[in-house]
């Protein structure tokens, strides 16, 4: 099976502009949760979708928002982007949400906010 | 609210030798799960080793096991006989049953295996 997978994997934005990351899960995975990693806050719980609908949702501001198409891709986007956005954004899929089984992590998409 | 603490920054093994991460967490939830992922670098993360807290028996994968100890909240993770390629991130992290899959990590501890 393949794993899953993030594009683009490299992001370079300007401050105010908008940006879109895809995020594809293992087949079959109906879970995909959000995460972001910066040196300075560690990896912060973005959001996680199961079957198109968002189940929990972290403290991030409203510029934060994604969404899940009914075959498990879910995309996030983050609108009038700041310096302080620049990270590493890690998705993880599973099989369902909250369930025992394994999450699986893509490689992430690097975004650089100038 | 879950949160998951880290104390060591940095750690170096020898190769073949053992060593052992610290992890404490705290959560006022009855059910969890706990997790060590291994992130090397500009490498994907994968899980090594997870517990599930109603479990006693601290759980094993080959080289890797858990010392869990549930009354004072402490979750370290042994590494034994180490190898050059378990060079990584290692973060330890919890996840409460009813936050459906959301992962709360610690801040991570950068590991050097040497020769």
């Known amino acids: 099976k393949a794993g899953v997978t993030q594009t683009p994997r490299y992001l370079i934005k300007t401050r105010g502009q908008q940006v879109t990351l895809s995020c594809s899960p293992i087949?079959?995975?109906?879970?995909v949760s959000w995460y972001q990693q910066t040196p300075g806050q560690g990896l912060q719980f973005l959001f996680e979708?199961?079957?198109?609908?968002?189940?929990n949702k972290g403290n991030f501001p409203g510029r934060f928002s994604g969404r899940q198409f009914s075959n498990s891709r879910s995309e996030m986007n983050v609108s009038t982007l700041e310096l302080g956005d620049s990270a590493l954004y890690l998705c993880a899929s599973s099989l369902v949400s909250g369930g025992t089984d394994t999450q699986y992590f893509g490689p992430g998409t690097r975004l650089t906010v100038l | 609210a879950q949160t998951v603490t880290q104390s060591q920054p940095e750690m170096s093994v020898q190769e073949a030798e053992t060593v052992t991460l610290s992890c404490t967490y705290d959560?006022?939830?009855?059910?969890?799960?706990l997790f060590w992922y291994k992130q090397p670098p500009s490498r994907q993360m994968i899980l090594v080793i997870r517990?599930?807290?109603?479990?006693?028996q601290n759980a094993t994968e080959n080289r890797f096991s858990v010392n869990f100890q549930k009354a004072a909240k402490s979750f370290s993770l042994k590494i034994s006989d180490s190898q050059l390629g378990d060079t990584a991130m290692y973060f330890c992290?919890?996840?409460?049953?009813?936050?459906?899959?959301?992962?709360?990590f610690g801040t991570g501890t950068r590991l050097q295996v040497t020769l």
């Open positions: 992290a919890s996840r409460a049953t009813g936050t459906a899959s959301k992962l709360t």
């Open positions: 517990q599930e807290a109603y479990k006693q």
């Open positions: 087949s079959g995975h109906r879970s």
């Open positions: 959560t006022s939830e009855n059910n969890y799960y």
């Open positions: 979708y199961f079957s198109e609908t968002q189940r």
